[in-house]
Structure formats: C-alpha cells, structure tokens
Nanobody, 124 residues
Framework: QVQLVESGGGLVQAGGSLRLSCAISGRTFTNYIMGWFRQAPGKERQFVAAIRWSNGNTFTADSMKGRCTISRDNAKNTVYLQMNSLKPEDTAVYYC?????????????????WGQGTQVTVSS
C-alpha cells in the first residue's frame, strides 16, 4: 500500500514561511491526486491544496490562495507545500493525502491514503 510521510513542520512567527514535504512510497496508481489538509484543535479537517500528479494542475483553498504553493517532484516522489505570510490561524496539524481520483478534489472522500501529519505552529 501507499505510505505517506510528512516533514517540515515546526514553529514559526507570523509572517514567516515554511515548506512541508510529503514523501511517497509503496505502490502507486496511474491517475491520482495529492492533497494537503489541515486540522486545528476543535475543528474539522479542512482542505488546503491539491495537485494532479500527471500534469501538475493545482487547486488551492480560498483561505490560502496567494500564500501557498503546492508542487511535486516526480523523480523524488515528493509533494511540497510552500507556505508564506503565515498567520496564527494557520496553526494546525497538516496532513498529506493521496487518492486514485482523476480530477482535483477538495473532498476528503477522494483521498484514500493519509500521512501521520506534521505540526505547524504560527505564533503572533
């Protein structure tokens, strides 16, 4: 099965930047999408950004547009989430996800595999 391991989380002050990485291993599928979700204490897991592996098309949540960029490195089997101008409300556990879905999706149901998450804390 597919295994996802996130890294790059940490503590950063408001206005700072952070780049998260998600290493993909195990079996893969022909058409799939990669996504980043986040979950803050007391809140439901919400969509951040997604990328279609085959062509690199992306979709980003409104709350993060202009502040984050999702990308992938085919050779390294890694997906990244570059976040800039971070705000305290961005504090959450960030999860990497993968799904055998042909189109970009913000729905958690489209993603079958999930990583353990990496903590991002933005202080004011």
């Amino acid at each position: 099965q597919v295994q996802l391991v996130e890294s790059g989380g940490g503590l950063v002050q408001a206005g700072g930047s952070l780049r998260l990485s998600c290493a993909i291993s195990g079996r893969t599928f022909t058409n799939y999408i990669m996504g980043w979700f986040r979950q803050a204490p007391g809140k439901e897991r919400q969509f951040v950004a997604a990328i279609r592996w085959s062509n690199g098309n992306t979709f980003t949540a409104d709350s993060m547009k202009g502040r984050c960029t999702i990308s992938r490195d085919n050779a390294k089997n890694t997906v990244y989430l570059q976040m800039n101008s971070l705000k305290p409300e961005d504090t959450a556990v960030y999860y990497c996800a993968a799904g055998p879905y042909p189109s970009l999706s913000a729905s958690r149901s489209s993603y079958r595999f999930w990583g353990q998450g990496t903590q991002v804390t933005v202080s004011s």
